[in-house]
């Protein structure tokens, strides 16, 4: 962790006294700590190095116009101090949605994963000021190929094949859908960002993708994410419990742009 960003003295504010705990650190330049106070009051405290492609001012613009549409962590604080910037939420109740004693039950784990995409999905995306519709998605995917901000052995899923990133990049425009299908999307509906208790979906965590585009942007990474979870065989109880065929164009064209996008 040496090389993590450390939290900032200004984000722990009145907590200084309270438990910190690494909960999150896929690269060192964005780790997600849990705070928990002696009382038991848990909050979640993000710190990225700024100069991330994912600003963490993005996610607090998401978080908070969907606070009034959907469960989602409370935006407490936000701020910067010129070489990191921090995202301070509050908890929420739930479990995650790779917790074991969930993961030992598929079945009926996977079709309340749906509910709970079919739930995002019904929001108006005439009220979503967050916009990720092809016209804007394909050149930030293209810009990042081009500046070399895409590594094809990190950021490539091997189910693509062995694609270099302007390979990918290629296969990406000549699959392009005629039509979008488009709904408010999370952006990145994998388990790991989703809570769930009592039978149903209480949270959506990690927004800052957030934005309407085709529904098969959020269900191509989530069938993708129910196999990489659960295993195989899961992956049409999903989509029928969500009310969908399978669309095999769009599931390799919205993997393939999520890979590609910051």
Same mark, same amino acid.
């Given at each position: ?48 190095? %700024?100069? +991330?492609? =994912? !600003? @963490? ?5 998401? &978080? ?8 989602? $962590? ?94 990918? %990049?290629? +296969?990406? =425009? !000549? @699959? ?5 299908? &488009? ?8 388990? $790991? ?70």
């Amino acid at each position: 962790m040496e090389e993590s960003p450390r939290i900032p003295p200004a984000a722990l504010s009145e907590m200084k006294d309270w438990e910190t705990t690494v909960v999150w650190s896929l690269v060192p330049e964005r780790v997600t700590w849990r705070l928990r106070a002696a009382n038991g009051e848990t909050r979640f405290l993000k710190v990225y190095t %700024l100069g +991330q492609e =994912l !600003r @963490l001012s993005h996610e607090r613009d998401r &978080l908070e116009w969907a606070a009034t549409r959907l469960p989602v $962590p409370p935006v407490l604080a936000a701020g910067s101090d010129g070489e990191y910037e921090w995202l301070l939420t509050a908890g929420l109740p739930g479990v995650n949605a790779i917790d074991e004693g969930l993961r030992a039950d598929p079945s009926r784990l996977v079709p309340l994963l749906a509910d709970g995409l079919r739930r995002l999905h019904a929001l108006s995306v005439d009220d979503c000021p967050f916009d990720y519709r092809l016209e804007t998605a394909l050149p930030i995917a293209q810009r990042r190929v081009v500046e070399g901000l895409v590594n094809a052995e990190r950021d490539l899923r091997r189910d693509h094949g062995e694609l270099t990133a302007e390979a990918a %990049l290629a +296969q990406l =425009l !000549r @699959l392009r859908p005629r039509q979008e299908d &488009l709904v408010v999307c999370h952006g990145d509906y994998c388990l $790991p960002n989703v809570l769930v208790s009592n039978g149903r979906v209480t949270g959506y965590l990690d927004l800052g993708r957030l934005g309407v585009a085709d529904r098969w942007w959020d269900l191509a990474v989530a069938i993708w994410s129910i196999t990489h979870n659960l295993g195989p065989g899961w992956e049409d109880l999903f989509l029928d419990a969500y009310g969908i065929q399978r669309d095999p164009e769009k599931i390799a064209f919205y993997r393939l742009l999520y890979d590609l996008f910051p």
